[in-house]
């Protein structure tokens, strides 16, 4: 089995990678992650093509220290229509982000980037829509008064493994993806490359 050099700080990504069997270490390639997505956003890119820039630009920049190892980079990026949401850093962020999301339908794109020896070999792009029931005021205030700051590691501030799965209608799409990783494609890849075992 070839080990895997993880380009995220995900404790969530690194657990369900671990947890399907790979061997993986961990290595955070910082960048300057809401420069690139402003610019990118500026230029008219998509929210596909915005995910898909930053998993790789993560994978690039890891891959160039470690030229010969595999590499995974990973972003994730949630749409609401044009809109782009970035990590709250605040409580007041957060409230406002639930009440902007609370009865709509918006996006999470999980992107993954795979570099070997220094060259990107496979790409994919997961996509979940999740619809969120219209919560009142006092009901937002009392999520977070629960959870907060726990949901600030989340971008939309909701985490469906817990208490969050209680702010929605409707999900269609990868649990994965979801959780920012879409595992299977990844899997399948590595398996036909013969780089796990199948």
């Known amino acids: 089995m070839t080990p895997l050099l993880l380009a995220s700080q995900s404790p969530i990504r690194l657990t369900l990678l671990r947890n399907a069997g790979l061997q993986v270490e961990p290595h ?5 992650e809401e420069a690139l997505r402003t610019a990118l956003a500026e230029e008219g890119a998509s929210s596909r093509d ?13 891959a160039g220290r470690h030229p010969e190892a595999l590499v995974l980079g990973c972003d994730q990026i949630l749409a609401l229509g044009s809109r782009i ?4 850093e605040t409580r007041a962020e957060a409230r406002q982000q639930l009440a902007d999301l609370s009865g709509h ?28 029931r219209e919560s009142s005021d006092a009901f937002l ?8 700051p726990e ?3 989340s971008v939309g501030c909701y985490q ?19 959780l920012g990783l879409p595992l299977l494609p990844l899997l399948n890849y590595l398996s036909l490359r013969g780089f796990i075992p199948s």
């Open 85 to 88: 949401f970035s990590k709250a």
């Open 28 to 32: 955070p390639a910082r960048i300057d």
């Open 160 to 178: 469906l493994e817990s208490e969050g799965i209680r702010l929605f209608s409707a999900i269609e799409g990868d649990y994965f993806t979801i």
């Open 105 to 132: 339908t918006h996006h999470l794109l999980s992107a993954l980037v795979l570099y070997d020896k220094g060259k990107p070999i496979w790409r994919h792009v997961g996509v979940a829509r999740l619809t969120m």
């Open 151 to 153: 949901i600030a590691q």
């Open 141 to 148: 205030e009392s999520y977070l008064d629960r959870t907060w």
């Open 50 to 62: 915005i995910a898909d820039a930053l998993a790789e630009a993560k994978a690039l920049k890891l």
